[in-house]
């Protein structure tokens, strides 16, 4: 039995036909949703997480993209997850770029915002750690959401890491405008992570932009703050009525 076999079986053995019927509605597979016509097994993913461990010494890199051109959430998550182990192997004798090729190369399978979130920081943070950004900026505005949450949630590695908060606050500012709830999600949450770090910056940003976000994003951004604080931001986005608020997001 080949590699890409084992991990199949082996993911159905950890199958629950409760998660199968129940995770479609959580990760909006409906029709017109960010989700629509995705497929699950109904496995949770600290079981996914025991299979990478098992096969990701002798997973190779068609087998992976067989993972992730599944039509089956896990088994893309699972390829997501060996990719991101490949990486961070592979960093040890510089030989990563491969991986990220591979990663951008695929974009389109990381299509579902918990497949952007365990890997964005992991594979595309750390290659671009020290290096130019301008891809960022140029999945930032693709077509394609989550090429933009890719965009984004890279940014974790530099604000986690180093303190770096340049690139967040100019994507924050580009998705301002942006139509999607789950980028709204994704931004105000590195503002978040950013706060954590730099209290003084985020809020300088947030001074400036506040009337501006879409709500979700405000109140991602400031979940951490003292009360006080948050309900000076929601005041202030308040001062702003609805009719105008959904022109500037026009």
């Excluded at 053995?13 to 990760?27: H, N, V």
């Excluded at 949770?44 to 890199?61: A, G, I, M």
């Excluded at 990486?87 to 004798?93: D, G, N, Y």
Aim: proline share 3%.
């Amino acid at each position: 039995m080949g590699v890409l076999k084992e991990i199949i079986r082996d993911l159905k053995a950890l199958s629950s036909r409760e998660k199968a019927a129940f995770l479609p509605r959580f990760f909006k597979t409906g029709k017109g949703q960010y989700g629509e016509g995705d497929k699950f097994h109904g496995i949770t993913v600290p079981d996914q997480r025991s299979v990478v461990k098992k096969h990701q010494s002798t997973t190779n890199k068609e087998t992976i993209i067989a993972l992730l051109d599944s039509p089956y959430h896990e088994e893309r998550l699972t390829g997501i997850l060996i990719m991101c182990a490949k990486f961070l192997e592979s960093k040890k004798t510089g030989k990563e770029k491969e991986w990220v090729d591979l990663y951008l190369s695929k974009a389109d399978r990381v299509n579902n915002w918990d497949l952007v979130d365990a890997s964005a920081h992991i594979i595309l943070g750390q290659w671009l750690e020290n290096k130019d950004r301008k891809i960022l900026y140029t999945l930032a505005v693709d077509p394609l959401l989550w090429k933009n949450r890719i965009a984004v949630v890279a940014t974790w590695h530099f604000i986690r890491k180093n303190k770096d908060l340049n690139d967040i606050l100019k994507l924050s500012e580009i998705m301002l405008s942006h139509k999607h709830d789950l980028m709204h999600k994704a931004t105000g949450w590195m503002l978040r992570e950013g706060w954590k770090k730099d209290p003084l910056a985020i809020e300088e940003f947030l001074d400036e932009f506040a009337t501006r976000m879409p709500r979700t994003m405000l109140r991602y951004a400031i979940e951490k703050m003292e009360e006080k604080k948050r309900k000076g931001y929601l005041n202030l986005s308040a001062t702003l009525s609805a009719p105008h608020r959904m022109q500037a997001h026009l």
